[in-house]
């Protein structure tokens, strides 16, 4: 079986909650850190062959409310980068294939032959 090309959707999807759910990670290791501002990336980030993104450079929130609506941008934004980074990744995927013919792919199954029985 080759795989000639995949969906761009699903997949901007899948990285776009991926990279949703794990902004706040990021964020606390950011904010645990000396820098002296956060980073947060709006754009393609294929890291670290290829990135094309916007840097907001936000300082460190001082306030409870502040770095609630901190977190919430981060998450909007990171999954934002997600969506953007899948969708290129796809169409990059898809032009490859397309040229070389498709993907070789194998799939492993674990089926069981079900024996009727005699009676």
């Known amino acids: 079986m080759r795989i000639m090309s995949l969906r761009v959707r699903p997949v ?3 990285f776009a909650i991926l990279y949703g759910v794990f902004s706040p990670l990021l964020l606390i290791l950011a904010a645990l850190s000396k820098a002296d501002y956060l ?3 709006l754009g393609v ?3 670290p ?9 936000i300082q460190h929130p ?10 919430l941008f981060a998450v909007a934004s990171y999954a934002a980068t997600g969506w953007l980074t899948g969708a290129a990744l796809v169409l990059c995927f898809n032009f490859i294939a397309r040229r070389t013919g ?5 799939v492993l199954t674990n ?3 079900h024996v009727k029985p005699v009676v």
């Open 39 to 41: 980073r947060i990336p």
């Open 49 to 57: 062959l290829f990135y094309v993104n916007v840097n907001f450079d």
């Open 62 to 71: 001082t306030h409870i409310l502040s770095a609630g609506m901190l977190v």
């Open 45 to 47: 980030i294929a890291a």
């Open 12 to 14: 901007a999807r899948v």
């Open 111 to 113: 089926e069981t032959t």
């Open 102 to 106: 498709g993907i070789e792919a194998f």
